[in-house]
Structure formats: C-alpha cells, structure tokens
C-alpha cells in the first residue's frame, strides 16, 4: 500500500511533462486505479479550481481568471489524471508488486479498508470531512491517535501530500504560463524558485489538514483493524 501513496507523486510530477499520460493500458491497470479508490482522487477537482478562482480575488482579473480557469482544463483535467495514473501504475508497478496489493484488496479487510478511503474521496463529502475530522480529533484517545500516526508514517502519506500539494501548484503555474498570463522572461527554473519558496506554507497547510482527514476516513475501524491495517502498511 506504501507503494500506492508513492504512486500520487509520481502522478502529479508527470503533470508537467507534455505526453505523460500515454496510450490506454493494460485492464489491470486499469482496475488497480479503480479497486484502490484512486479513480476518485482527482474527481471534480479541475471544477473546484475554477470555482475557487470564481470565488476569489482571481475573478476580478480577467486575464489571470482566464489562464487559471485554461490551466484546470487542461492541466489538471479529470481525463488527463486518470490516464496518467493507469500509466504510471503499469510502468512502475511489477506483477509480484500488483499481485500483492490486488490480495490485499480482495480481502474482506482489504474491501472494507479500501471502500472507507473511497467514501472519504467522494467529492460530495470534502466540504464537512475537515470539520467532522476536528471534532473526532477532539474525542481521540492516545491509542487511537498513535496508531493513525503510524498509518500515516508508514504509507507517506504527509510527505506524498505536501508533493501532491506542490507539484499541482507547479503544475498551475505552468498552465498559466502556457495561457500567457507571464512574460517570456519567466522560466521553468523561476516557477520552481516560487514552488520551493512556497514548501514552508504548503507543508504548515498539510499538517493543519491530514490528521484531521485520517481521523475521519478510518472513522469506522476498530482498535484491532487499525492495527491490523498498520502491520499491512
């Protein structure tokens, strides 16, 4: 499942490299994307990031609401992510590798584990997930607390996130470099020099949101399934 996690870095640094999704892949590809959830991650996501230009000082400079509305397009489009993700998941992935994650998935545990991560990427349910999260964090007791912690360490998960978060940044920035909104005179060398400067605030963001999120997303799993879920990881 580690493996899984790396993967969504993979998938957001291919944001920028023109082509990276490639041609349609291999079925188990395919259905490794979908049984694991990940088919869901970025589902309404290029929406979200032009509703929030919508929403914002953005929308009262037409030229940037333009190129940031172009970028969520064609950037960061639900299309394009999928691809992307079957790719990376046939290229990086070995047999022994998918085997190994398809047993666990087919297991009732691996079932019941991986339909909890699918119902808390629902986009229908990322407006109140950060605030039940605080409230079950609130209520949390030291066990419980430390065995989503280990969760965590164990699959990446805040190091993916903070990659996850800056990459699709960057990838941003590109788009809208791409819809002329900045001069020839910026390069990729100084959209990376902003994404770096950026790293302290993204990664204070990640830490402010991601216990909160686990708290909510392994909700329904008992002391001994945590556990049990940690000895997989």
Excluded at 194 to 203: H, L, N, T, Y
């Amino acid at each position: 499942m580690k493996r899984i996690c790396a993967l969504f870095v993979i998938v957001v640094l291919s944001l920028c490299n023109p082509g990276a999704a490639g041609a349609e892949q291999a079925v188990s590809a395919r259905d490794l994307v979908k049984e694991s959830g990940l088919d869901l991650v970025f589902q309404g996501f290029a929406k979200q990031m032009k509703d929030a230009a919508l929403q914002s000082e953005i929308s009262g400079n037409a030229k940037l609401k333009s190129a940031w509305i172009r970028a969520a397009d064609e950037v960061i489009s639900q299309e394009h992510l999928e691809a992307t993700m079957r790719a990376e998941f046939a290229a990086m992935l070995n047999d022994s590798e998918r085997a190994d994650i398809y047993q666990f998935l087919d297991t009732p545990f691996g079932k019941r584990v991986a339909e909890l991560e699918r119902q808390a990427m629902e986009p229908s349910l990322r407006p109140d997930m950060l605030v039940k999260g605080q409230e079950l964090l609130s209520s949390l007791s030291k066990r419980r607390a430390a065995l989503l912690v280990g969760i965590l360490d164990s699959s990446g998960g805040r190091q993916t996130s903070v990659a996850l978060a800056m990459n699709i940044t960057l990838a941003m920035l590109n788009g809208m470099k791409i819809g002329g909104l900045f001069p020839d005179s910026v390069d990729q060398e100084a959209l990376n020099r902003i994404i770096v400067q950026q790293r302290p605030k993204i990664e204070a963001a990640v830490d402010a949101q991601l216990p909160a999120a686990m708290a909510f997303m392994y909700r329904q799993l008992t002391y001994q399934e945590l556990d049990r879920y940690l000895s997989y990881l």
